[in-house]
C-alpha cells in the first residue's frame, strides 16, 4: 500500500486545520488516519496515482497547512519516500522508479519528550472531535523531525546526516528541480 504523509507548519494543529473544515475532512473521511510524527497526519492509499489524487484534493489546504508532503511508494523503494513532485512524475510516466534515488533530503528523526512539545499542540492526544462533532482517535506521536540535509546518494549509498545526534533518519527522494544543496 501506497502512503501520504503531511507535515504540519510549526505554526498549525494540521490534525485540527485539516478535521475542522468540511471538504478536507470528507477528503480523509475514508482513511484511517495515523500521526508518524508530531503534528503530522498519515493515510494509507492503493496506489501512487490515488495518493497524488488526495493530495490534489486536499491542495487548498496542503498550501496554508502542510510543510511537506509526502509519498511511499514500496513498488520504488521500502522505506524511502518520495516528495509529492517526485510522486506526481512518477504518476504521470516522466520518471522511471530507477531513476529516482540521486536527489535526497534526509531528516532527523528525534525521539519526543513523552510529555510532548509544549508548542504542539497536537502531541500528546488521543482523541479529537470535529466540528460535525465525530470523534476521531489517533495514538500521539512519539518520534519528531528535525532540520532536513540535502545530499545527493553516492556509490548508491547515502551520506550520514549529520546536522545533530539523531536516533534514526527519514530519507526523501527529490526531484533534480527540488534538489538545493
Do not use: H
Request: aromatic share 6%; net charge negative.
Amino acid at each position: 500500500m501506497t502512503r501520504v504523509c503531511l507535515i504540519g507548519s510549526p505554526e498549525v494543529n494540521l490534525r485540527y486545520e485539516l478535521l475542522s473544515r468540511e471538504t478536507s475532512r470528507e477528503a480523509l473521511a475514508t482513511y484511517d488516519l495515523e500521526r508518524p510524527f508530531e503534528n503530522a497526519l498519515a493515510v494509507r492509499t492503493v496506489s501512487v496515482g490515488a495518493a497524488v489524487s488526495l493530495l490534489n484534493d486536499l491542495q487548498w489546504y496542503l498550501v496554508r497547512f502542510v510543510d511537506e508532503a509526502l509519498v511511499r511508494e514500496p513498488s520504488v523503494n521500502e522505506s524511502e519516500w518520495l516528495s509529492r513532485d517526485l510522486a506526481e512524475s512518477l504518476r504521470n510516466g516522466e520518471v522511471d522508479p530507477e531513476e529516482t534515488g540521486e536527489f535526497l533530503k534526509v531528516y532527523g528523526v528525534e525521539r519526543a519528550d513523552a510529555g510532548g512539545d509544549p508548542g504542539d499542540a497536537s502531541a500528546g492526544t488521543d482523541a479529537e472531535t470535529t466540528e460535525s462533532g465525530e470523534a476521531t482517535t489517533v495514538p500521539p506521536a512519539t518520534d519528531r523531525l528535525v532540520e532536513p540535509l540535502f545530499v545527493r546518494r553516492t556509490d548508491g549509498e547515502v551520506p550520514e546526516y549529520d546536522l545533530r545526534d539523531v536516533e534514526d533518519t527519514l530519507v526523501v527522494r527529490l526531484t533534480e528541480s527540488e534538489f538545493s544543496p
